[in-house]
């Protein structure tokens, strides 16, 4: 075996020059003063100050300690953490759930347990990259489904052996769209599949009490593991599974991104408790966000609206072709006091770089005026940057 010619440094700066060459090379930016269009602080509970006191005073109440010392499995767990996971499951009516660190690791932990050599994972094309790094540490068989091509599904679920699983986001987090899930429950009991479903974007939004999908749509009795994270509606940091008391036991033991990583401290399970406790006093912030959906939707011009990804929630999109394009008009967003970002090659697929716009419960109908007034500027101008095919 022949040693590289290339040093590490080499190689590092190599790969970054390939992304400047591409027009992608990302940067950490701070944008201050700015209108937010870009968080996913949909009910604006990540900036609440009540919501801070109230964490703040029921964690005054507790031993008061800086990190959990430990893995849930040695030091790091809490009658406080399994009480809230029992108090979780209840809220979105499961049987169990699983604290996790993240979202992320929520479903990197869930895809490289149950997928076992001889299983099958089929998956929505435009499912999130952390259940495709499950999927990579996995030994299952994996296979792709068009985005919400229920007829494609089906043709890759009757090429499916062993233990089928079937993965969608209830709510795409680029595209905004809804996962045709009644439909989707219904192909997987026909072939005996399990269905899986990542809540991220509909936890807090979706039906009156913000539960997400799946309850929305009285499913819960029809997929087999759910996962919601607090990182978004609920404003805090963290997820869970839901699923079974028998699949609980079993991440528990042979999910290692549970097994080998530091708890979450107390002080962060304090705050999704109080997160969801106030989520259920303040339901009236769900209403506001929908209807300032609405609002931001019939405000976009004729000419700006084939451009639009059809969508009902937070996320709305505006497909602009080319990295350099949709740069360039986030820029100009920005510099009149819009924080909107572009979503690039290679997140999204060549072609399909967009305004990722995220609408929220505390954003003015002023703010949303001049928004969408911005947007449609862009089109009323002979050669604009919005050169690009149509959806």
Do not use: W
């Not at 020059?17 to 701070?30: G, H, P, S, W």
């Not at 939004?205 to 009795?221: A, C, D, F, P, Y």
């Not at 028998?246 to 990583?261: H, K, Q």
């Not at 008009?329 to 572009?342: C, E, S, T």
């Amino acid at each position: 075996m022949s040693r590289s010619k290339f040093s590490a440094d080499q190689f590092l700066s190599s790969s970054l020059e390939k992304r400047q060459e591409q027009n992608a090379l990302r940067k950490l930016v701070v944008h201050k003063d700015l209108v937010d269009f870009c968080s996913n602080d949909y009910l604006g509970f990540a900036r609440s100050e009540k919501l801070s006191k109230n964490i703040s005073k029921a964690y005054s109440k507790l031993n008061p300690s800086n990190g959990s010392g430990g893995s849930r499995l040695l030091a790091g767990n809490t009658t406080y953490a399994e009480n809230l996971e029992i108090y979780i499951a209840k809220f979105h009516n499961a049987d169990a759930g699983l604290i996790y660190n993240s979202g992320y690791d929520a479903n990197v932990g869930l895809f490289s347990a149950i997928g076992q050599k001889g299983n099958t994972i089929i998956y929505d094309e435009l499912i999130h990259a952390s259940v495709h790094d499950g999927m990579k540490m996995s030994s299952a068989s994996t296979y792709a489904f068009r985005h919400n091509d229920l007829k494609h599904l089906e043709e890759r679920l009757k090429i499916a052996v062993g233990i089928i699983y079937v993965a969608v986001e209830s709510v795409y987090s680029m595209d905004g769209d809804y996962a045709s899930l009644k439909e989707i429950t219904v192909l997987c009991k026909k072939y005996n599949a399990n269905l899986i479903v990542d809540e991220a974007h509909a936890t807090g939004i979706t039906s009156n009490r913000g539960e997400g999908r799946v309850q929305e749509l009285k499913l819960e009795k029809e997929v087999f593991a759910r996962v919601h994270t607090f990182g978004k509606g609920l404003g805090c940091h963290g997820a869970i599974i839901l699923g079974s008391s028998l699949l609980r036991d079993y991440l528990i033991n042979f999910s290692r991104a549970f097994i080998y990583t530091t708890a979450l401290p107390i002080k962060s399970l304090v705050a999704i408790h109080e997160s969801y406790k106030f989520l259920q006093k303040n339901e009236g912030e769900i209403k506001t966000l929908i209807k300032h959906i609405v609002v931001f939707k019939a405000a976009i011009s004729n000419k700006a609206r084939p451009f639009l990804i059809e969508s009902d929630s937070p996320i709305q999109c505006i497909v602009v072709g080319g990295n350099g394009r949709v740069k360039k008009i986030a820029n100009q967003l920005q510099q009149k006091g819009l924080d909107v970002r572009p979503i690039l090659n290679p997140t999204v697929a060549k072609g399909k770089e967009r305004l990722r716009i995220c609408i929220h419960s505390y954003n003015t109908k002023s703010e949303i005026m001049d928004l969408s007034k911005a947007i449609n500027e862009h089109f009323n101008v002979k050669n604009n940057a919005f050169v690009t095919k149509k959806l």
